[in-house]
T-cell receptor
Framework: GENVEQHPSTLSVQEGDSAVIKCTYSDSASNYFPWYKQELGKRPQLIIDIRSNVGEKKDQRIAVTLNKTAKHFSLHITETQPEDSAVYFCAAIVGSGNTGKLIFGQGTTLQVKP | DAGVIQSPRHEVTEMGQEVTLRCKPISGHDYLFWYRQTMMRGLELLIYFNNNVPIDDSGMPEDRFSAKMPNASFSTLKIQPSEPRDSAVYFC????????????FGPGTRLTVL
C-alpha cells in the first residue's frame, strides 16, 4: 500500500542549532505535503505545508523543501529553541483530487537542549 | 470558535463493552476525519466524511467499528464489542473544502480497554 517513511525517529540538538527531518513517499500522484507538530499530550497542529507546484516554502524559522522527482520532502528548523521540542509528523495525500486521504509518517521526536 | 470538541476526554472500559466517542467539528467545516494514534501504528485515518456522507472508510479496522454523522455538527465513533487492542488516542479533525486544506484536530479521547 501507499506509505510515508520518516527519518530520523529521534533527533537531539543544542539550542540555536538547525534540525532537519526527511520524508519519502510512494505515490507519485501525491500533491500536498503538510507537517504537523504534536507537543506531549496535545493534539497535532499544522505548522507548514507545501503543494507540488512549488519546490520550497518558508515561514520564519521553518522551511520545507520538495523534490517530486525523488519523491522526498524535508522540514528544516533553524535557530532551534526549547519550545520546538515536540513530535513532528510529515504527511502526504494519497488518492485523487480533493478526495484523497492523508498518510502520516511515523513521527520524529525532536529534543532541543538549552 | 471553540475548535473541534471531543468527548469524553478519557474513557476506561472493560473488554466486551460498547464505547461511543463523540465529536463536534468547527462550525462551517464540511469535512470530518476520525484518526487513531498508537505507539505501534502511529497516526492512522479510520474514516472521513464530506457533508455528512462517508467518503473513505478503508481504515476502519473491522466490523466492530462504526461511525456516523447524522448532521453537520455531530459525529460518533462506536466500538462494539471493545477489545484491549483498541486502546489508543482517538482524534477527530475537521477541515474546510477538502483534504488538501488544513485539518484542525480535537483534543482527542484516550481510550483504555481493560
Amino acid at each position: 500500500g501507499e506509505n510515508v517513511e520518516q527519518h530520523p525517529s529521534t533527533l537531539s540538538v543544542q539550542e540555536g542549532d538547525s534540525a532537519v527531518i526527511k520524508c519519502t513517499y510512494s505515490d507519485s500522484a501525491s500533491n500536498y505535503f503538510p507537517w504537523y507538530k504534536q507537543e506531549l499530550g496535545k493534539r497535532p497542529q499544522l505548522i507548514i505545508d507545501i503543494r507540488s507546484n512549488v519546490g520550497e516554502k518558508k515561514d520564519q524559522r521553518i522551511a520545507v523543501t520538495l523534490n517530486k522527482t525523488a519523491k522526498h520532502f524535508s522540514l528544516h528548523i533553524t535557530e532551534t529553541q526549547p519550545e520546538d521540542s515536540a513530535v513532528y509528523f510529515c504527511a502526504a495525500i494519497v488518492g485523487s483530487g480533493n478526495t484523497g486521504k492523508l498518510i502520516f509518517g511515523q513521527g520524529t521526536t525532536l529534543q532541543v537542549k538549552p | 470558535d471553540a475548535g473541534v470538541i471531543q468527548s469524553p476526554r478519557h474513557e476506561v472500559t472493560e473488554m466486551g463493552q460498547e464505547v461511543t466517542l463523540r465529536c463536534k467539528p468547527i462550525s462551517g467545516h464540511d469535512y470530518l476525519f476520525w484518526y487513531r494514534q498508537t505507539m505501534m501504528r502511529g497516526l492512522e485515518l479510520l474514516i472521513y466524511f464530506n457533508n455528512n456522507v462517508p467518503i473513505d472508510d478503508s481504515g476502519m479496522p473491522e466490523d466492530r467499528f462504526s461511525a456516523k454523522m447524522p448532521n453537520a455538527s455531530f459525529s460518533t465513533l462506536k466500538i462494539q464489542p471493545s477489545e484491549p487492542r483498541d486502546s489508543a488516542v482517538y482524534f477527530c479533525a475537521s477541515s474546510l473544502r477538502g483534504t488538501l486544506n488544513e485539518q484542525f484536530f480535537g483534543p482527542g479521547t484516550r481510550l483504555t480497554v481493560l
